[in-house]
């Protein structure tokens, strides 16, 4: 499948049960990420805690000791490698790092195993009008990972957020218990359990509300079973291109998922499903920037590629056979649930082609309080365009209008 001539950006939306979203007439609550100049977000002003832990991918310090917080385990604090950051706006450094431990009968977790460590981080939010505008809950993708998200983080801290995200376990530096390149779960429950040890950790727990759920992909149907499931409490949530469906339906959907049993039948759970021709096992390595599924921005593309040169055990390669088929079975969950009754947004590309667009179209136009805008000329990684034009502008205008629209 090939992706449509790019196209002027402009967003329609759609309306579910609540109010119409309007992505082009953004009219943000004070200043917005727009605002302040790309050089005015690189070096932010920092507490000095803040400041301490500043990091560079040329340098990685060796972990320091710190003090134990709560929910946290002992030991080194795990780096962020802000060097990584794309050029222009970066956050200020994480004001708080640490691995936590998720699973193994940890509080409020939903399956059983061993337990695993996550790495996670909390980045503060710049002044707005004296206080902070609440927390964003970042929820990445598959085979994402902190990185990725810095110029997201830095345009939602200079919104007024603070900011605390994570990487899943088996990506990014979390434990990897399926070995270095293959992405695997038992069941998406596992998933649950890192969103409860997230949610345990002492510093996010004291963080100022109120809280926004920002997930991407399968971040989108890891954060709607947690609100579903009353494990996660936000005030409103938005969903980049979230994964509520595989790409494929009818005939082909239903031969994936028999494949997908018949393997599983046949004792094949670790076996990778390879979804790269190339060598290197990470996408944006083996894919040319033409014809890519995920930005129609040659420089964030070119820059996804510069990280995973840097920094290659930040990158995951393909799924087992296993976590596909523990997908189709929390995809068959997720469908017969209804929505939460919160402020929703929700946007899709019209060159989606990784998640299905009817099944975030269908959960949109039936949520109490949800929005659907479709972005002219984005692709799967809407985040991963460029915020000053077309399609990644889009997006920003259309989140800044539901945060305004919502009185966030």
Do not use: C
């Not at 699973?103 to 061993?114: E, F, L, N, T």
């Not at 889009?394 to 989140?399: E, G, Y």
């Amino acid at each position: 499948m090939s992706d449509p001539a790019p196209a002027p950006a402009k967003s329609a939306p759609e309306t579910g049960a609540g109010p119409e979203a309007d992505a082009e007439a953004a009219a943000p609550r004070g200043p917005g990420p727009d605002d302040a100049p790309d050089d005015a977000l690189a070096a932010p002003a920092q507490p000095p805690e803040a400041a301490a832990l500043s990091l560079s991918a040329a340098a990685p310090p060796r972990g320091q000791l710190v003090p134990v917080e709560d929910g946290a385990l002992p030991g080194p604090t795990p780096p962020v490698y802000a060097a990584l950051a794309f050029t222009g706006p970066r956050p200020a450094a994480p004001l708080h790092r640490a691995w936590l431990r998720s699973g193994g009968g940890a509080a409020g977790g939903a399956a059983d195993g061993p337990p695993r460590r996550l790495r996670a981080a909390i980045w503060p939010a710049q002044v707005w009008e004296g206080k902070p505008r609440g927390t964003i809950l970042l929820f990445p993708g598959r085979t994402e990972y902190i990185e990725k998200y810095l110029r997201v983080i830095a345009r939602f801290t200079a919104m007024g957020f603070w900011v605390a995200t994570l990487d899943w376990r088996g990506q990014g530096l979390s434990t990897r218990s399926h070995g270095p390149r293959l992405g695997h779960v038992d069941s998406f429950d596992e998933f649950q359990d890192d969103v409860a040890a997230l949610l345990a950790w002492a510093p996010v727990q004291d963080l100022p509300g109120p809280r926004i759920l920002v997930a991407h992909s399968m971040g989108g149907a890891i954060g709607l079973r947690a609100m579903l499931d009353g494990r996660l409490s936000v005030e409103g949530a938005i969903f980049s291109a979230p994964f509520w469906g595989m790409p494929v339906d009818g005939a082909a959907g239903f031969f994936a998922r028999g494949f997908a049993l018949g393997a599983m039948a046949l004792g094949l759970a670790h076996r990778e499903v390879s979804m790269s021709d190339g060598p290197n096992g990470t996408y944006v390595l083996d894919n040319d920037f033409e014809g890519n599924a995920f930005t129609e921005d040659p420089e964030h593309y070119a820059w996804m590629r510069r990280q995973a040169e840097a920094r290659p055990e930040l990158t995951l390669g393909a799924p087992s056979v296993g976590f596909i088929s523990a997908a189709f079975d929390e995809l068959r969950e997720l469908r017969g649930r209804p929505s939460p009754d919160i402020p929703m947004l929700a946007f899709v590309g019209s060159g989606e082609r990784v998640v299905s667009a009817d099944a975030i179209r269908s959960r949109m136009r039936a949520a109490p309080r949800g929005r659907l805008a479709r972005i002219e000329g984005a692709r799967h990684e809407g985040f991963m365009e460029s915020p000053a034009r077309g399609p990644g502008a889009a997006i920003w205008r259309a989140i800044a209008r539901f945060l305004h629209d919502e009185g966030f």
